[in-house]
T-cell receptor, first 116, second 113 residues
Framework: NAGVMQNPRHLVRRRGQEARLRCSPM?????VYWYRQLPEEGLKFMVY????????ESGMPKERFSAEFPKEGPSILRIQQVVRGDSAAYFC??????????????FGSGTQLSVL | AQSVTQPDIHITVSEGASLELRCNYS??????LFWYVQSPGQGLQLLLK??????LVQGIKGFEAEFKRSQSSFNLRKPSVHWSDAAEYFC???????????FGAGTRLFVKA
């Protein structure tokens, strides 16, 4: 699990600012998944990316949220014009396989976003 | 609708005491069931899983869980808790598991000496 790196650990933004969350997958993994955990709720799937492609964004809010996974560098989850309701823990996971079983999904330790 | 409920937000047990964390699910068919643990500063780690067969499943770190279809439950147990077990525990459910697994809100376990 220590192989999936997320930064920053904590991010504080004021309403209207942009938030950028980074996820570096485990070495050799080309599939990345983002999840959001709102207060007192479970993790919810947001988006699945493979290098340079969005595979499944069925859990992504339609506005203000975007994600990318460039050929080089980490995956970025970007939230524009943040609102207080965006305050949550954002987790990233990675896998080697396209349709991994749970044993083959490796999670990062998350980024806690706080919007003032 | 598919959902997972963990009724206890937090639980405190004494070191050496037994532990049971509750999990109830709502799912149309026989689900795939999972328990994860998140230790401080770490990512989620899979403790155990149930797909079919024996309803009592063994996991890592001495944990076990029992699937009870009649109660729609998948409670996690450990006979003797260690201080290092202090963490957050997530129950999860899915049709086949994988990245669209549905997670509960978690139960935070505190262990007192």
């Amino acid at each position: 699990n220590a192989g999936v790196m997320q930064n920053p650990r904590h991010l504080v933004r004021r309403r209207g600012q942009e938030a950028r969350l980074r996820c570096s997958p485990m070495k050799g993994h080309s599939h990345v998944y983002w999840y959001r955990q709102l207060p007192e709720e479970g993790l919810k799937f947001m988006v699945y990316l493979q290098k340079e492609n969005i595979i499944d964004e069925s859990g992504m809010p339609k506005e203000r949220f975007s994600a990318e996974f460039p050929k080089e560098g980490p995956s970025i989850l970007r939230i524009q014009q943040v609102v207080r309701g965006d305050s949550a823990a954002y987790f990233c996971a990675s896998s080697f396989d396209r349709s991994p079983t749970n044993e083959k999904l490796f999670f990062g330790s998350g980024t806690q976003l706080s919007v003032l | 609708a598919q959902s997972v409920t963990q009724p206890d937000i937090h639980i405190t047990v004494s070191e050496g005491a037994s532990l049971e964390l509750r999990c109830n699910y709502s799912y149309g068919a026989t689900p795939y069931l999972f328990w994860y643990v998140q230790s401080p500063g770490q990512g989620l780690q899979l403790l155990l899983k149930y797909f079919s067969g024996d309803t009592l499943v063994q996991g890592i770190k001495g944990f076990e869980a029992e699937f009870k279809r009649s109660q729609s439950s998948f409670n996690l147990r450990k006979p003797s808790v260690h201080w290092s077990d202090a963490a957050e525990y997530f129950c999860a459910v899915g049709a086949t598991g994988g990245f669209k697994t549905i997670f509960g809100a978690g139960t935070r376990l505190f262990v007192k000496a």
